[in-house]
């Protein structure tokens, strides 16, 4: 009988994109026999939360969190703390976002993004569910709205997909927060940031796919999906110098203490 696969978390993943529309049941047993024992999709836009909570209720292995994405911030709604706690009273809403802050693409909408930003923080204090973060050529208001709104009243975060700077890495590590590393930990010309990862402490890292973007090599350039979590902890583990199995089990317990709900609801299940 073949060895089992260490067991993983895809801390992030959008299960709800129409990339895997035709074969959504396949793409999670794939990320199971893959040793990924549980995934969290990510709703980007509230009006779909309703899809993405059936996601979840249709598989044990995936969980849900709901915000308005930071690209999407000037053409949604604007959402509100009461919506957002609304939201996590379904047993399997686990975080609050993801909202952030993105002006590579998106600048000219900072204001509305900031506001936007604020309002999840608030969700996340009153619901004590993490906030889940993207950041993009943001850093330094990042890292001030971030330190601001934490002094103001504490909350729990996880920087997704972390590509930014070592300062803002550090700000966040600062707070108590937690660096999620994908699949870019994973390219060739990512030493930069695989030395971010190494600088963090192992009880701060998470790993995730951010699926269907950003597949890790072999499959870089491909539509990603849960089952390649594997690849990018296997990077993680030569970071910090563990065997994928100790990697597997560390960030597998981070994801438990910040995701809380999660756990909570594996074990009474």
Not at 124 to 138: E, S
Not at 202 to 207: D, M
Not at 226 to 234: D, G, K, L, M, Q
């Amino acid at each position: 009988m073949p060895d089992m696969p260490p067991a993983l978390v895809d801390s992030h993943c959008h299960l709800d994109f129409p990339d895997f529309a035709e074969e959504r049941a396949d793409v999670v047993r794939r990320a199971v026999d893959a040793g990924v024992t549980r995934m969290v999709t990510i709703c980007t836009r509230l009006g779909n939360a309703p899809q993405v909570r059936a996601i979840a209720d249709a598989h044990d292995e995936v969980f849900w969190a709901a915000g308005t994405h930071p690209m999407s911030a000037a053409e949604e709604p604007m959402t509100t703390p009461d919506e957002l706690e609304a939201l996590a009273r379904h047993p399997k809403f686990v975080g609050i976002g993801e909202s952030g802050l993105d002006y590579h693409y998106t600048a000219e909408s900072r204001d509305v993004q900031q506001e936007s930003l604020r309002i999840h923080i608030e969700a996340a204090r009153r619901t004590g569910l993490p906030l889940i973060i993207h950041a993009r050529d943001a850093d330094e208001d990042m890292a001030r709205i971030l330190t601001d709104e934490h002094r103001a009243g504490a909350f729990s975060c996880v920087m997704h997909c972390f590509s930014s700077g070592a300062d803002l890495a550090r700000a966040a590590l600062e707070l108590g927060f937690y660096l999620s590393m994908s699949g870019i930990a994973a390219f060739p010309r990512s030493q930069a940031l695989r030395d971010i990862f190494a600088a963090a402490p192992l009880e701060r890292v998470l790993v995730e796919t951010d699926s269907p973007y950003l597949a890790p090599p072999p499959h870089r350039g491909k539509r990603n999906e849960p089952a390649y979590t594997a690849h990018t902890a296997r990077v993680g583990a030569e970071v910090f110098g563990l065997s994928e199995e100790a990697f597997a089990q560390a960030t597998s317990a981070n994801f438990d203490r910040l995701f809380h709900k999660a756990a909570t609801w594996a074990k009474a299940a």
